[in-house]
């Protein structure tokens, strides 16, 4: 997957609605995730939660370790 193009599309889908922040950690509740904690402390409720953080999803608390690694194309 093309993490630029994921971008791209959730962009042009959700548009002013994007939030622009470094999300720190997950919240889970009943075994789902419920929302996401920002670097400020600000707690975002959700229906659903897209991780699409790359290699940096593994900064993420409440993220299942991944065997990522950074690949770089040009």
């Not at 971008?7 to 720190?24: K, N, Q, W, Y």
């Amino acid at each position: 997957m093309d993490p630029r193009r994921v971008t791209g599309a959730l962009i042009s889908v959700l548009g002013d609605d994007i939030i622009r922040a470094r999300v720190t950690g997950l919240h889970k509740a009943a075994g789902g995730t419920v929302g996401v904690e920002l670097d400020d402390g600000t707690r975002l409720t959700a229906d659903q939660v897209i991780v699409a953080a790359g290699a940096s999803c593994n900064d993420i608390a409440g993220v299942p370790t991944l065997p990522l690694r950074q690949v770089w194309v040009r």
